[in-house]
């Protein structure tokens, strides 16, 4: 993926390690699995970087308002910026989508669409 935030920026943007599938395989090549709370859910982020691959589920108490499994994913990029934090996630243009963007602070929300021609 490229480009592709480090794995300490994960930790930051998520306020917490992961749950890892494997501890003798290296964090890129890894399942990451990452879980965190806002006042509006609980957002959960799993990540296979050299994969290219990515699960990602939005739940507020038992429901569950957004479950995607992504592949082909081409990049991610963490955004901070007037105490708002951003997770962008970027796809082959061929695939007419635009990039997911997945708001993580204060509260969630996602932006996502497909490109028309």
Do not use: C
């Amino acid at each position: 993926m490229k480009p592709f935030p480090e794995e300490y920026e994960f930790i930051e943007l998520f306020e917490s390690e992961p749950k890892i599938l494997d501890e003798k395989v290296p964090f890129f090549y890894n399942n990451n699995i990452y879980k965190l709370s806002r006042p509006n859910g609980e957002l959960y982020f799993e990540i296979e970087p050299g994969s290219h691959w990515t699960r990602i589920a939005w739940k507020q108490a038992d429901q569950i308002l957004i479950d995607l499994t992504l592949e082909n994913v081409k990049g991610i990029e963490i955004e901070k910026r007037s105490g708002n934090e951003f997770l962008q996630l970027f796809f082959d243009e061929d695939q007419g989508l635009k990039p997911l963007i997945i708001k993580t602070k204060p509260e969630f929300s996602m932006i996502w669409g497909t490109i028309r021609e």
